[in-house]
């Protein structure tokens, strides 16, 4: 078993094998001073698929002083926010560098260049921030991916809809979200 320090490549220590020397050349590594575009993975449902599921947290959050629908995505390694929702932010978009190509569920890979810094998303009274990459989607106007859910220590139970968060000095707090259930599958006729 290697230890997290050591390169897989040559085995010397405090060397990751994206830097060793040993690389051949057109290997994936060292850039050489050039930016590499990030890849990125978001798998988005419709807001109807997600409170009929029990694999996924849904919820209507503030984000900027305003409702907004929220889906809580461990599949997904970002953190995102719809370009339909992002002009009501008022907030200055900055470019995304290196820009990333972002996998869809379809396998279709779109490009994202543009990010929201300090986002304020606010939960049981408290703010906390995010970094939301501005992508083309609808259904739901922000998906929090793994880099917020890491970052704010949250363990998300899927089946009881609930997101359990701890700070950093050890205090938790936890979000619930409202159970749903499939629509109702119902013809009337008059």
Request: with cysteine; hydrophobic share 35%.
């Amino acid at each position: 078993m290697y230890d997290q320090n050591v390169c897989f490549k040559c085995e010397k220590p405090n060397l990751l094998a994206r830097d060793c020397p040993t690389k051949k050349p057109g290997e994936p590594g060292r850039s050489g001073g050039q930016k590499t575009q990030a890849t990125a993975r978001v798998y988005t449902l419709t807001p109807i698929d997600a409170k009929a599921s029990n694999d996924v947290v849904t919820c209507t959050l503030s984000l900027f002083s305003r409702h907004a629908s929220i889906l809580f995505d461990s599949g997904a390694t970002h953190s995102f926010i719809s370009n339909h929702y992002e002009p009501l932010t008022e907030k200055i978009p900055e470019p995304l560098e290196p820009s990333m190509s972002v996998a869809t569920s379809l396998g279709d890979h779109i490009i994202c260049d543009s990010v929201l810094i300090g986002c304020p998303i606010e939960i049981q009274g408290r703010i906390l921030p995010t970094d939301l990459i501005i992508f083309n989607m609808s259904g739901f106007e922000v998906i929090l991916g793994m880099d917020w859910l890491s970052r704010n220590h949250a363990c998300v139970d899927c089946f009881n809809k609930r997101v359990v968060f701890k700070s950093t000095s050890g205090e938790e707090f936890s979000f619930q979200s409202v159970r749903g259930s499939s629509p109702p599958r119902v013809i009337s006729a008059l």
